[in-house]
T-cell receptor
């Protein structure tokens, strides 16, 4: 068990470009979550998957955002036509899906849109 | 909807002082409650949790008790250390599974 990993750890991009982040959950965890954290705030929920099914999306997840988990293992989060307001830390978490589950977080991907 | 309100920081204490960080919540049903900690340059780590009323979560000398009557989950430690300097987040998980976080409290412990 190596924990949740995320790649890249840092990303700088220009406004209007597309970016994609990857999350590898703890093996055998069937739930995977994406959160966004801006400076000085707590993380905010974006979306979650149970296996390969995307079960819930926050209203924070605009049409420019898309997430996938094609084989129920790793997940990708893509932001199209990035805006400066997208600058944030993007966090991934996974859980076993059992009752009273605990979510385990990755180190995050810090995005800066210039 | 669900919400978490926690004591605003920053909080600065001397080593061996007593720590309390207040956290109250609003939720439907019976949420699980969590404290996560974020050390400088690191990701969020679970510190402790409680899943039902009157449960006490504890870890590394930190404690918090799930108080349904006051909808609170205050974090306490009897004697803080410099290594406890971090940002602490209170969070809840309701029927919708995702976590709802407070805004975080920055703790600095001085030697």
């Amino acid at each position: 068990d190596t924990g949740v990993s995320q790649d890249p750890r840092h990303k700088i991009t220009k406004r209007g470009q597309n970016v994609t982040f990857r999350c590898d959950p703890i093996s055998e965890h069937n739930r995977l979550y994406w959160y966004r954290q801006t400076l000085g705030q707590g993380p905010e929920f974006l979306t979650y998957f149970q296996n390969e099914a995307q079960l819930e999306k926050s209203r924070l997840l605009s049409d420019r955002f898309s997430a996938e988990r094609p084989k129920g293992s790793f997940s990708t989060l893509e932001i199209q036509r990035t805006e400066q307001g997208d600058s944030a830390m993007y966090l991934c978490a996974s859980s076993s899906g059992t009752t009273q589950e605990t979510q385990y977080f990755g180190p995050g991907t810090r995005l800066l849109v210039l | 909807g669900n919400s978490v309100t926690q004591m605003e920081g920053p909080v600065t204490l001397s080593e061996e002082a007593f720590l309390t960080i207040n956290c109250t919540y609003t939720a439907t049903g019976y949420p699980s409650l969590f404290w996560y900690v974020q050390y400088p340059g690191e990701g969020l780590q679970l510190l402790l949790k409680a899943t039902k009323a009157d449960d006490k979560g504890s870890n590394k000398g930190f404690e918090a008790t799930y108080r349904k009557e006051t909808t609170s989950f205050h974090l306490e430690k009897g004697s803080v250390q410099v290594s406890d300097s971090a940002v602490y987040f209170c969070a809840l998980s309701g029927s919708a599974r995702q976590l709802t976080f407070g805004s975080g409290t920055q703790l600095t412990v001085l030697p």
